[in-house]
């Protein structure tokens, strides 16, 4: 029997190239980095002129899909313009994606993993240099990132995303038995999962995007990717990308759509094996219920991966260098207008040193440019949508009616939504450790900052534990040893990523795998083996090689 293109002999263990993380440019002026993502830029947005908005199809077994129905993707820094129009999956489309997702499945997980491996190693090769600033232009023009947003983002951490699990799943694939019998040989092997992956990706990283589609599907899995609706343009170039290096039609099945109407189909189906989830915290609990309402449809227990909202906090102890705390709770709170899910939205002070660090923090936030994000001095650009706009402003007038009489504006509040969803960086102060902003999840440009005694630093420590039902990041701030060792300890469980004298934003694959507990996820580990592991199914192979002879043992013997 002569071997075809997926089930070619393996003749030899597969040595990957070093990993090693991206190395990330910094966009400084007259840098030619600088002048490739302006010269991009404006060549996106003349086309745009010139032909209207890009068009994005469904991506149905390596086929464009286009559908009567469509929507668009507007830019949240000037929401008259339209960066695309997407077509959007009704249910026959989620119907023919699953069936041709089945379909590629056995072939898929039958090719040897050195060549699945190549596939995603080209594919941030291609990334790194080929696509690096087209796909930094669509994510600043539709996802509202300046450049380094952009950068950090969709160029750097989506190449070690896909660098890094093609290590960790050499590392998992190499976890055999260490123990065999004289006469026998155990190996496990690490299966895909039996149906198929559905991955609901968010819009504050397009990397997160890729790499939810992409790590099931490196394990052998093939993938349902409903992109988010704000991040539609740049998630279509991943694919895009991934086909140029060799993807198989019908690995991953792009359909943008409405978000419960594809649950309704894909998450009815006895196939349905798994869901890898970035997003609200609502929504993760409406699709977990949905997964356990149909246990006696599925062919087996499904496997749920998800990271949803995070309360994520700064604790200064009165040791700290207050100046450092401060310029790291502006980057934390203010970089991507707070809209990533480790940011930081509240802060607890030491009164003995509280006006220090409140004046530097107001000084540094001061100094922040508000605007497009193809200008090279903005900071702080406008919030994704008219919904998270209404949402973060809904706040703000409450203090400012004083509805919230706890909570005072000492910088920023201001809101203008005429052109863009603009919201200005905003400092709060409360004196209720407890107040909605201290407790909600408002996901954009506003933090809140509680002065406590100092002389109560482990009790604080514990409010602050109790006071919010996520656990996703935190970071304390002390030049005391033992003020951190009880940090640490108390906030154990009050996040998956824990800093010390730094930030609690900028988590790097293959060095601080992400991801949290309680109400922020399950806490799998985005850019770690622990991921992966969650879309294999392990198999346990015993081979004997010397025949048995007689039915019963030595101690049966008389």
Not at 48 to 56: A, E, H, R
Not at 87 to 112: D, F, I, K, L, Y
Not at 196 to 205: G, R
Not at 427 to 450: A, C, H, I, Q, R
Request: aromatic share 10%; glycine share 6%.
């Amino acid at each position: 029997m002569s071997a075809n293109a997926t089930t070619a002999p393996v003749l030899g263990h597969f040595r990957l190239p070093k990993i090693t993380n991206e190395p990330m440019m910094a966009y400084a002026p007259g840098s030619k980095e600088r002048l490739a993502v302006q010269r991009v830029l404006r060549d996106m947005t003349r086309e745009l002129d010139q032909n209207g908005p890009f068009q994005v199809p469904l991506i149905i077994n390596g086929e464009r899909v286009t559908t009567a129905r469509k929507t668009k993707q507007r830019m949240p820094f000037d929401h008259a313009r339209v960066l695309c129009e997407y077509s959007v999956a009704e249910a026959s489309h989620v119907v023919q994606a699953v069936e041709g997702a089945m379909q590629a499945r056995a072939t898929w997980e039958a090719m040897p993993f050195n060549d699945r491996a190549a596939i995603f190693l080209k594919a941030a090769d291609l990334l790194a240099h080929k696509y690096r600033y087209k796909m930094m232009a669509a994510t600043m023009l539709g996802q509202a990132k300046n450049v380094w947003q952009a950068e950090i983002d969709c160029a750097a951490e989506l190449c070690d995303f896909w660098r890094f699990n093609c290590q960790y799943a050499a590392d998992i694939y190499a976890q055999q038995p260490t123990e065999n019998s004289p006469t026998t040989w155990n190996r496990t092997e690490y299966r895909g999962l039996e149906g198929f992956v559905l991955a609901y990706s968010p819009f504050n990283f397009t990397a997160i995007g890729g790499n939810l589609a992409s790590a099931p599907a490196l394990m052998g899995n093939v993938v349902l990717w409903k992109p988010s609706d704000a991040a539609v343009y740049s998630n279509l170039l991943i694919m895009e990308i991934l086909h140029e290096a060799g993807l198989p039609k019908g690995v991953i099945q792009f359909l943008p759509g409405d978000a419960a109407s594809m649950a309704e189909q894909a998450m009815g189906h006895r196939d349905f094996a798994g869901l890898h989830f970035t997003g609200s915290t609502q929504i993760f609990q409406q699709l977990w219920q949905k997964a356990a309402a149909n246990l006696d449809v599925y062919r087996g227990f499904p496997r749920i991966v998800g990271e949803t909202g995070g309360k994520n906090m700064h604790f200064v102890h009165e040791s700290a260098s207050m100046r450092h705390a401060a310029v790291q709770t502006v980057r934390a709170a203010f970089e991507y207008n707070g809209q990533k899910c480790s940011a930081c939205s509240r802060v607890y002070v030491p009164d003995t040193r509280y006006n220090e660090f409140r004046d530097m923090l107001l000084q540094e936030t001061a100094r922040l440019h508000m605007g497009p994000p193809e200008n090279s001095e903005t900071f702080v650009t406008a919030v994704i949508n008219e919904q998270a706009f209404n949402r973060i402003d809904g706040y703000l007038a409450d203090i400012k009616s004083g509805k919230n009489a706890s909570t005072t504006i000492l910088a920023g509040g201001q809101t203008d939504a005429s052109k863009g969803y603009f919201i200005e960086p905003t400092v709060l102060e409360t004196t209720d450790p407890k107040s909605p902003t201290m407790v909600n999840e408002l996901f954009g440009p506003v933090v809140t900052l509680y002065k406590y005694p100092a002389a109560q630093y482990e009790e604080t420590l514990q409010l602050a534990d109790a006071t919010s039902n996520y656990a996703l990041t935190a970071a304390v701030f002390a030049d005391d040893r033992a003020a951190v060792i009880q940090a640490s300890n108390a906030l154990r469980h009050a996040a998956g990523n824990f800093y010390i004298n730094d930030k609690c934003t900028g988590a790097v694959v293959g060095q601080q795998p992400f991801g949290g507990g309680r109400h922020s996820g399950t806490n799998d580990k985005a850019g770690a083996a622990l991921n992966l592991l969650r879309w294999v199914s392990a198999r346990s192979i015993k081979e004997n090689f010397v025949p048995v002879t007689d039915v019963k043992y030595p101690s049966n013997l008389a």
